[in-house]
């Protein structure tokens, strides 16, 4: 199994927008609603941010959103903070009935 | 509180197993959740190993499924993982952690984590 395809790098300025992308196959993102979102900053344990594509977890900020098209599921977030400087994973069950991450996205709040 | 804690060797010598126990607290193991493990190599993503449930039933991660034993003790509020063989290539942080209900595949609560490195 491959992992799922994330951009290495994105990044924004306090304020902004920024959207990261994770791509699949029908075989997973595609195929399924169970995209999950975990946003890890350095030294720590990742922290769930979305589940089930679009899904909040109670206390995380609704800066944060999840979608899917097709094959390609995306993390938006919204009125960017310093603190949400971090490492950003995205995941989905598969068809294989396992779990499968992309290999992440460092977001530097500029 | 859900609480979540890794135990084990940081240092497993190459060929040789791995053994690591996630002792949960704050929460009933034997409830309507599955547990599972996930690791993170050096420089690397996020890699999921397994997943089991407190009646035993597991799930792999096709890749190591060979290698992994999942093994779960809800007397003691405990799961293991147990990794054979194992490589260089298996040196990461390990997690363990609790994996929502629904059919969701989405881990809610993780534990801190705990490096293993591989290395005679």
């Known amino acids: 199994q491959s992992a799922l395809t994330q951009p290495p790098s994105v990044s924004g300025s306090p304020g902004q927008s920024v959207t990261i992308s994770c791509t699949g196959s029908?075989?997973?993102?595609?195929?399924?609603?169970?995209v999950s979102w975990y946003h890890q900053p350095p030294g720590t344990a990742p922290r769930l941010l979305i589940y089930?594509?679009?899904n909040r977890p109670s206390g995380v900020p609704d800066r944060f959103s999840g979608s899917k098209s097709g094959n390609t599921a995306s993390l938006t977030i919204s009125g960017l903070q310093t603190e949400d400087e971090a490492d950003y994973y995205c995941?989905?069950?598969?068809?294989?009935?396992?779990?499968?991450f992309g290999g992440g996205t460092k977001l530097t709040v500029l | 509180q859900v609480q979540l804690q890794e135990s084990g060797p940081g240092l497993v010598k190459p060929s040789e197993t791995l053994s690591l126990t996630c002792a949960v607290s704050?929460?009933?193991?034997?409830?309507?959740?599955?547990w599972g493990w996930i690791r993170h190599p050096p420089g690397k993503g996020l890699e999921w190993i397994a997943t089991?449930?407190?009646?035993?039933?597991?799930f792999y991660n096709p890749s190591l499924k060979s290698r992994v034993t999942i093994s779960i003790d809800t007397s003691r509020s405990q799961f293991s993982l147990g990794l054979s063989s194992v490589t260089a290539a298996d040196t990461a942080v390990y997690y363990c952690?609790?994996?929502?209900?629904?059919?969701?595949?989405?881990?809610?609560?993780w534990g801190q984590g705990t490096l293993v490195t591989v290395s005679s």
């Open positions: 952690g609790r994996q929502l209900g629904n059919d969701l595949w989405s881990y809610d609560y």
């Open positions: 704050g929460f009933s193991i034997s409830s309507d959740y599955w």
């Open positions: 089991i449930y407190h009646n035993g039933r597991t």
């Open positions: 029908s075989s997973d993102v595609g195929g399924f609603n169970r």
């Open positions: 089930g594509v679009r």
């Open positions: 995941s989905s069950f598969t068809s294989s009935n396992s779990v499968l």
